[in-house]
């Protein structure tokens, strides 16, 4: 099992820096991918294996019970639907708890593949919202962030009793 790094660790809320794709970022994606296998997460970002690197993995499988990962480089959300939906949503950094989190239906992302080519794609439903989660962590936004001060104080406590 992956050593995820654990909420309220400092590198949760530090933003990755964009740069080429070189040999370090495709060391941390091959190690990414694997993590994210061995645990069958729907998404990941590199912080969570306390890389601060542009990466995320997104299962963009249909269906929240089946896992088809691929790896982005340097993702950016370009675009997003103006219509939003709320669901709940967790990460392995705060195991045993969840929130409901908005997020846009659809995105435009633009990222880099393992070559350093540029490409932009357009996702919808849960793969959109995996990504738009992965792509905050990987900015220094954890998903906390994203709730009212009573609903963040209520998962704190939560996740204090669950420790």
Same mark, same amino acid.
């Given at each position: 099992?992956?050593?995820? =790094?654990?909420?309220? +660790? ?34 990941l970002a590199a912080v969570h294996l306390g890389?601060?690197?542009? =990466? ?11 896992? +088809?990962?691929?790896?982005?480089? +340097? ?8 219509d939003s939906e709320t669901a709940a949503e ?14 846009? +239906? ?6 880099d593949d393992a070559d350093g080519s540029p ?10 919202? =995996? ?33």
């Open positions: 099992m992956p050593n995820f =790094i654990r909420y309220p +660790n400092p590198l949760l809320t530090q933003p990755a820096v964009l740069r080429p794709v070189d040999a370090a970022m495709l060391a941390c994606g091959a190690q990414l991918l694997a993590a994210a296998h061995d645990v069958q997460a729907y998404g890389q601060l690197e542009p =990466i995320i993995v997104a299962s963009l499988a249909s269906s929240p019970t089946q896992r +088809n990962y691929c790896l982005f480089y +340097n993702p950016r959300v370009t675009m997003v639907s103006p967790g990460s392995v950094s705060m195991p045993g708890i969840e929130a409901p989190i908005s997020r846009a +239906n659809w995105i435009e992302l633009s990222y490409h932009t794609a357009r996702f919808e439903g849960f793969a959109a919202r =995996i990504i738009q989660h992965e792509t905050d962590q990987m900015n220094g936004v954890f998903f906390l962030s994203r709730l009212s001060r009573l609903q963040r104080d209520t998962a704190l406590r939560k996740f204090a009793k669950h420790r």
